[in-house]
T-cell receptor, first 115, second 115 residues
Framework: AQTVTQSQPEMSVQEAETVTLSCTYDTSENNYYLFWYKQPPSRQMILVIRQEAYKQQNATENRFSVNFQKAAKSFSLKISDSQLGDTAMYFCAFMKPGANSKLTFGKGITLSVRP | NAGVTQTPKFRILKIGQSMTLQCTQDMNHNYMYWYRQDPGMGLKLIYYSVGAGITDKGEVPNGYNVSRSTTEDFPLRLELAAPSQTSVYFC??????????????FGSGTRLTVV
């Protein structure tokens, strides 16, 4: 079974600075997908970014980028130019392709952006 | 574009009562899921369905039941509510995950308190 570990329960960053959220996972699969979801106080789960394991290039979405280290089974999220609206809980998630596959989530990290 | 709609948004139940959490999606997704979110624990899968008429247990199915009579609807039934079922419940849907897809589309959640 796959496991996803987010060891930092919370972090804080100054507005306009850069912050990195850590995530590690454990799997014996070679092909899989990794995701970061954002959950603001509204409770809505919002997909931030996804990475396909067979792609060596790190995914980027505007101010959000990942550092995917397949051998180390590490998948960190970097948020550049942090904004107050980035304050939220962030979940790392794993999924292997195939019928009956499901998203497995980490415990999440609470990020606070200070004005 | 309604996406995934969950009702109710909030509910207080007394121990031993029963209720159904409603979930409907208008994206013609085959796959649907129910998760529960507890503080510091991330999201845990309760039940999922790969299509109308087909359901299967997730990680934490005890105390819950589901049905999937149509592609659109995936209700979650709580029988004999217990305080341990106090949680936030999320319904989600996706296209077939066989290609990894784009993650899930989530509803806005139901906060349930059992007293």
């Amino acid at each position: 079974a796959q496991t996803v570990t987010q060891s930092q329960p919370e972090m804080s960053v100054q507005e306009a600075e850069t912050v990195t959220l850590s995530c590690t996972y454990d799997t014996s699969e070679n092909n899989y997908y990794l995701f970061w979801y954002k959950q603001p106080p509204s409770r809505q789960m919002i997909l931030v970014i996804r990475q396909e394991a067979y792609k060596q290039q790190n995914a980027t979405e505007n101010r959000f980028s990942v550092n995917f280290q397949k051998a180390a089974k590490s998948f960190s999220l970097k948020i550049s130019d942090s904004q107050l609206g980035d304050t939220a809980m962030y979940f790392c998630a794993f999924m292997k392709p195939g019928a009956n596959s499901k998203l497995t989530f980490g415990k999440g990290i609470t990020l606070s952006v200070r004005p | 574009n309604a996406g995934v709609t969950q009702t109710p948004k909030f509910r207080i139940l007394k121990i031993g009562q029963s209720m159904t959490l409603q979930c409907t999606q208008d994206m013609n997704h085959n796959y649907m899921y129910w998760y529960r979110q507890d503080p510091g624990m991330g999201l845990k899968l309760i039940y999922y369905s790969v299509g109308a008429g087909i359901t299967d247990k997730g990680e934490v199915p005890n105390g819950y039941n589901v049905s999937r009579s149509t592609t659109e609807d995936f209700p979650l039934r709580l029988e004999l509510a217990a305080p341990s079922q106090t949680s936030v419940y999320f319904c989600a849907s996706s296209y077939s995950p066989e290609t990894g897809g784009n993650g899930y589309t989530f509803g806005s959640g139901t906060r349930l308190t059992v007293v």
